[in-house]
């Protein structure tokens, strides 16, 4: 059982990060965030309130996407973590990424990463079939500038391409008008 | 945040120990409330036990077909279990209900039980609460107060709990596995949480020195007519304002066997046995769940800010129940309630 | 320059994208050198009163500390006020951190650590305790409202109401039809995504480079030279990505000044970013009392218009933001008479956020227009259309264009408008009420002084470069745009400098004047050039264009030619070729035109239509369907332009809906602090929405025919909604936002 004291003395972790391995002395205290953005300088994950209220700090950790602020990272000895930077570069995105350009799919670029790297955990998850499903699966992004259905479409779109069928989309015109709603009595 | 000492338990006995050793202890799974707590400084353990080792991750059928989810199975593995799904879905809806895919992906079964309220005062060591700080009052009653208790509280706390996944349990009448120096015991999940009374720091049965194992589910019912219905400030990543766990077994349009669990009005998922086995042969239309409903809230109590919850919660197990009653249980994913 | 256009205009993908989605775009916390300090801010938790003593014992023990900063130890600063005012300062004294021992408002630094690490800041920072004198706060605009006054000192570049005209109180009394109603918003804070940071590189006593998160690198710059007697020759500061802003970048924040102060002080490079919590005890959207009252005759012709605002401001400053006078402009009304008022609560310095005072005066006018059209029994559409104005009443002036017309019949089409049936109640889907409702939207097109240079490079190569900002607007974008356009290069050719205080000087980014301003700005430092580049050419030997005026000449496939007959002309490398030149550049000023400004003034229009579903039982509320159709000039990218105003939509269903700052009136805290409590909408609250631009030309409004587009997104959307939902239900919500406890109360009688 490894116990560490309050001191300041770090503990060992080794982490896969982005596919490099990666042995790090880290104190009980900082989260995955904080190490990312600080010791690590690896600023794409953002952090947009430290308390997993946002999702701008989205990672992927084993294929998984997480909040990044809520975890320590002294926890994840032996974890593989995949940031928005081990996705992809600007001179080669990831689909998701070309399709967040493709679809103006941000407007400040903040919790685009987020989005992003939550989007890749999605995919993986398989578990969305609708744009219904991708709204409510992504709804742990918060987005200011309201991007959201332009991150939706983006969204459909790669997985129209991965899937090779399109979702169920409920293009606007397709919801346009009168539809849905019957009088009330007279 | 306060620095501490870090632990990493290899198995349950040492994690148990660890805990043994030093009452203030916290144990530490998926992060998602203790690190969130500790941050605002609400919480600070002096010793934070990493269990994330533990080998509870499994989700096995036990022999008499009952269901044993291990305390470390996160929340999203466990929505997504095909078991789960299949035998148990309002557990499943209930946890789709809550948080987010991240969260659900971070967040255990144990953590989501140990989830500590989010009134703000609780949230803000500046503001008095009995909760956090026994003895300093309350801020919420007199204050903002509009996700407070209408059921259940004190006049030391109104605080509510805001799981999703505990109402579901709660309504399907689970058991919690706990381990402590002296062995495993069980608890019955409605006796797990408890009201505030006047220790509100207090927010469930555990002891100090015991952690919870497992949950235990028993065999099958209420896979057929069931619903989980969540009503928030906004459509998703939102607590509940109200939510109603609602199961419903049925013979020939006569009831069988009904439960209806409510989340997000007392300080642990509200139930009201007797007033369910009163519906036993009643058939299931909305004036038997309307008489359910008011007898569940015969006691509800508004604060000012929270008043409305009163008629919501009434209305809102009224149609859980009739999604129930219709085999139409609510799609999270859907935004129109059905 | 423009005919025809072969990339202005064109929905070109944003050229800063591929950095933006790979995490590669640094935001003001994200720089870094070796031996940087971290600082952390100390909160007040009171809102009124005066520190009696602060303890930083324990936390300067703290390992890793380096010095804590209080009122008892901070380090001089500049004296008078003026040298604490910001270029969009409202009048008043700003505030000043850890000046003195008083408390003016909740979240008030009180404290400030600085570290070798962020988590030891923190963690110091949370075991500095300070003891209190609290006074009894003020912090309900109800509870002073009784106290309201007329603002004595203008904020400049704030339009006051304009005088009553005609006889309003008559012409409402004597008046056929009539509605007088009071409206309530509460306070919003912006909460953009990226938390206010500063990053400090200390280079010596004198020269700071500095990362600020600001819609104005300029404006941060000067606050900190004039705060800190420096020169302005010596700082640089940097504002290259803003992770959204809304208005609440364009004052310098508390953690500037402070990340300044203690690098002076250490000597050594210092970042601070803030907390959630932190942010909202910045600038917010003033919460609002309005009473607006309209009266019309038999044929629906408004004979009155009375609109009284009174907005919250703090103890400290007068802000004030154009509120009533949209009341006076919007429709045809001889008699009108709009007032604007403050009162003074216990919290910090209102700001502008998104559309400041349209978003809120509109939002009361347009759901007065609502009820209007139902006392009269007409339909909210006709109504507006049948009091339209082609000019200005409060001004007397001209318009420079208007589209409404377009942006009411091209919406309302789309929408379905006229499947609409009139009654409220009238129209469900199961268990939902169905709503459909509208209002127009109102801002001004404003141009602001600014500067930019334009070089053009033998290689072919240009850059454009301004101080301008990008906050998620996509000024990046459409300076290429531009600068591509002028000398007809693809656009990855063009190098966009902005975002930096020592390039020309721009204004904040605030108020949808950038494209407009900077955008015209680059065209004419483009064009003076191409004016050089003809000289040099026409200084050639036996020069092709030895006659041709600036007018005739134009650049296409790396030549200057004349535009009637391109094979007439010189390889412009040739021309810097024979001055044995490398590039030339010039620069461009553009500005409002003071001339026309006496006659003509120009406003963006909108048209909004939504769609509510609401669950009869629950009051569960879905905004189902939104068009809005956008009257704003000339369109330079329409796909950036319509991410902006699909923005503009969703935080005005948040403005409807959910957003609220809930203080604890006792305390005067606010209690919702953090985004899991102060909702803004989410994927899950966001359906369809279509964007449609409607053909508006506009010669006037700026150089480039572009009247911004920031704001009027934002306009007019939640009294859409709140229209949509009185149709649903038949109840009219004047409080805003409207909660689901608000509605399911209203359902309750039903």
Sequence with gaps: MLHADSERSGIPIVITLNGKQERLEVAPWVTLLDLLRGPMELPGTKKGCDHGQCGACTVLIDGQRMNACLKLAVTLDGAEITTIEGLGQPDKLHPLQQAFVDHDAYQCGYCTPGQICSAAGLLNEGHAQSRAEIRELMSGNLCRCGAYTNIADAIEQVMGQSSGERPDRNAPNKAFPGKGFKEAAE | ?338 | MFNPSKIVGLPVSRVDGPLKVSGKAPYAAEHYEPGMLHGVVVLSTIASGKIRSIDTAMAEAFPGVIKIYTHENRPSAAWWDSKWQDSVAPPGSPFRPLEKPHVQFDGQPVAFVVAETFEAARDAASLVTVAYKEDKPETKLADVYAKSYEPKKKRSGIQPPPKPRGSPEEAFSGAAHKVSAEYVMEGEHHNPMEMFATTVLWENDKQLTVHDKTQGSQASRDYICNIFGLDPENVIVKNAYVGGAFGQGLRPKHQLFLAVMASLDLKRSVKVEMSRQEMFGLTWRPSSMQTVSLAADETGMLQSVMHHAVEATSRYEDYQETVVNWSGLAYKCDNAKLTYELAQVDMSTPGDMRAPGAATGVLALESAMDELASEIGMDPLELRVKNFIHFDQNDDKQLTSKALHACYREGSEAFGWDRRSAAPRSMRDGHDLVGWGMATGFWEAGMAQAEAKVRYAIDGKVTVSAAATDIGTGTYTILAQLGAEAFDVPIEAVHVAIADSSLPTTGVEGGSWTAASTGSAVQIAAEAVKATLLDMAQDMDNSPLADARPEEVVIRDGRLVLDVNSQVGIALSDILASKDLSSVEEPGKAGPDMMQMRKFVSYTHSAVFVEVKIDEQLGVLRVTRVVSAIGAGRILNPKTARSQILGGIVMGIGMALHEESMIDHRTGRIMNHNLAEYHVPAHADIADLQVIFVEEHDDKASPIGVKGLGEIGIVGVAAAVANAIYHATGTRFRHFPITIDKILESELTH
């Design chain 2, 1 to 338: 945040m306060k620095q501490f000492s870090y632990i990493r338990a290899e198995n349950v006995a040492g994690a148990v120990a660890a805990l043994a050793a030093d009452p203030q202890a916290r144990l530490l799974a998926g992060g998602t409330n203790l690190v969130d707590l500790m941050k605002y400084d609400v919480m600070s353990p002096p010793t934070v036990i990493d269990i994330n080792r533990l080998p509870l991750k499994d989700i096995e059928t036990l022999d008499d077909g009952s269901l044993r989810i291990g305390a470390l199975v996160s929340n999203a593995a466990l929505a997504y279990d095909p078991t789960v799904a299949e035998r148990f879905p309002l557990l499943a809806s209930a946890l789709l209900a809550g948080a987010s895919p991240q969260l659900r992906n971070a967040a255990t079964t144990g953590g989501n039980l140990l989830q500590r309220t989010r009134c703000y005062y609780f949230y803000d060591p500046a503001s008095p609460c009995n909760k956090r700080e026994p003895g300093s009052g309350c801020g919420a009653i007199g204050g903002v107060n509009r996700i407070h208790a209408i059921l259940g509280a004190s006049a030391s706390c109104i605080a509510t709990h805001p799981s999703d996944m505990c109402v579901a349990l709660a309504a399907l009448d689970a058991t919690v596995e706990v381990e402590g120096p002296d062995g495993r015991r069980d608890i019955p999940f409605l006796a797990f949480h408890r009201l505030p009374g006047d220790e509100p720091q207090y927010d469930n049965t555990l002891a100090p020195n015991e952690m919870v194992v497992a949950i235990r589910l028993r065999p099958d019912h209420f896979a057929a007519n069931h619903s989980y219905l969540k009503i928030r400030d906004r459509l998703s990543y939102a607590f509940a304002l109200v939510s109603v766990a609602a199961a419903i077994d049925m013979k020939d349009g006569g009831i069988t066997d009904i439960r209806v669990a409510l989340g997000g009005v007392a300080h642990k998922p509200w139930r009201d046995p007797l007033a369910e086995a009163e519906c036993a042969g009643k058939p299931a239309n909305e004036a038997t769940f309307r008489e359910l409903a008011q007898r569940l809230l015969a006691g509800a109590q508004g604060q000012g800010g929270n008043d409305f919850k009163i008629p919501m919660a009434e209305r809102t197990i009224i149609r859980a129940l009739t999604q129930a009653a219709n085999g139409t249980p609510q799609v999270q994913s859907e935004k129109a309630i059905r």
